[in-house]
T-cell receptor
């Protein structure tokens, strides 16, 4: 059974810092991995999707990397801003199934 | 497109009552998913549909839960009878299959329905 772990569970940083959020998964036979953002009381917004054949994806100040063999993904946020404050979740689709497995998320606070 | 639409946004009901949650996916999307999110268990997939057909309902917690998708633009998740432990945020999401059935692309989530069962 696929298990997804996100570390740290919570993070508080001053504005301007570069951040790394971690996601690890136990079964490396994945189809893709997706990073989401969830604001309080809202639904999830997809940030980046990495296919199993890819190593990384970039969107603006966000960069997500994938290392299937080690079962890890990182989300890098450059020059963090207060507007980045949210919970960030990663989810993997494991081979042979369309069922995503989500991590519990990293709650990020960026203070001015 | 307005995105995934869910209704109601909030629902407060008493134990034993029937609850019906509704979802309108993004037009043209092949897949529809129902999730439940709680503090204790995080985000869990309950059931998903492909072209209106339920594919996997292994995440549905009990027979009290049922889901239907009568057409490509509408789905319901019903809880009957509801219990306090069903209190959670229920999300609907949709996606477009662009990889010949191998996987799906980005999932788009609705705003969720906050359910409180007293």
């Amino acid at each position: 059974k696929q298990e997804v772990t996100q570390i740290p569970a919570a993070l508080s940083v001053p504005e301007g810092e570069n951040l790394v959020l971690n996601c690890s998964f136990t079964d490396s036979a994945i189809y893709n991995l997706q990073w989401f953002r969830q604001d309080p009381g809202k639904g999830l917004t997809s940030l980046l999707l990495i296919q199993s054949s890819q190593r990384e994806q970039t969107s603006g100040r966000l960069n997500a990397s994938l290392d299937k063999s080690s079962g890890r993904s990182t989300l890098y946020i450059a020059a963090s801003q207060p507007g980045d404050s949210a919970t960030y979740l990663c989810a993997v689709i494991t081979g042979g199934s369309y069922i995503p497995t989500f991590g519990r998320g990293t709650s990020l606070i960026v203070h001015p | 497109d307005a995105g995934v639409i869910q209704s109601p946004r909030h629902e407060v009901t008493e134990m034993g009552q029937e609850v019906t949650l509704r979802c309108k996916p993004i037009s043209g999307h092949d897949y529809l998913f129902w999730y439940r999110q709680t503090m204790m268990r995080g985000l869990e997939l309950l059931i998903y549909f492909n072209n209106n057909v339920p594919i996997d309902d292994s995440g549905m917690p009990e027979d009290r839960f049922s889901a239907k998708m009568p057409n490509a633009s509408f789905s319901t998740l019903k809880i009957q009878p509801s219990e306090p432990r069903d209190s959670a945020v229920y999300f609907c999401a949709s996606s477009l299959d662009t990889r010949l059935g191998q996987s799906w692309e980005t999932q788009y989530f609705g705003p969720g329905t906050r359910l409180l069962v007293l």
